[in-house]
């Protein structure tokens, strides 16, 4: 693995990816780990959710520390293979002596939800507007999930970008001037994905329907100018 980063520092992406995957079919904790992470991400690798989830279970297998967290994950979220919430938190219980997992499962204990992750109850919509459709609704989140969503967020803010319509290329603008994150498959935890599961009940939607949670963070000043959610104008 430190030839494998020696080749990335170089930006010899193939021989990177050639040694990495010869170290995997020899079953190394280390590299089946990075492979899937790879096979996540696609920036060096062709994206395969269904090969990273392969690679994350022979990576556990092998009793890689880092693993069955995220294996965990990607069964609850249903990353590269159907979503069992049940087995997901079989295996966070299995990992409750972290840190990070003890925190994940006290939550989890606090909402009111069912052998599916679902929520049992919901509350009720307040209609402001029939045309368009917009309604409300208030307490959605408790304190502690708000606040526990902002401390899993911080330490990954980057300031926000939009995309130049002339170039397709993204960057950071004046016109948008905020800091955002967005928890992808990899950090998507149970506790995020009961909510995304609350977030689909309520909208009589599914969860794999939605873009990733994100969470933004205005500064003083802080602001998102008008503007269309669209690449091209018309789109």
Known sequence: LTDVQEYLSQERFSEAANMLVSAAEKEEADALYMLATWRISGQIVPRDTVAARDLMERAAATGHYETPLLLAHFTANGTGGLADWERALDMLATLKNRAT??????????????????????????????????RTTS????????????QKAEPRL???????????????????????TFFGVGTE????????????????????????????????GGEFRPHFDSVREGG
Do not use: W
């Open 189 to 220: 935890d149970l506790a995020v994905n009961a909510i995304n599961r609350r977030i689909a009940a309520i909208s009589s939607t599914r969860p794999e329907q939605a873009e990733p949670l994100q969470v933004f963070r205005y500064g003083v």
């Open 139 to 150: 307490d959605f989140l408790t304190e502690e999930e708000c606040d526990y969503l902002v």
């Open 101 to 134: 997992v003890s925190e994940q499962l006290r939550l989890l204990a606090k909402m009111d939800i069912d052998e599916s992750g679902y929520p049992r109850r919901l509350p009720a919509l307040e209609l402001l507007s029939e045309a368009p459709s917009v």
């Open 158 to 180: 980057t300031p926000s970008i939009v995309t130049d319509r002339a170039t397709g290329k993204r960057m950071v603008h004046p016109d948008r001037r905020s800091d955002g």
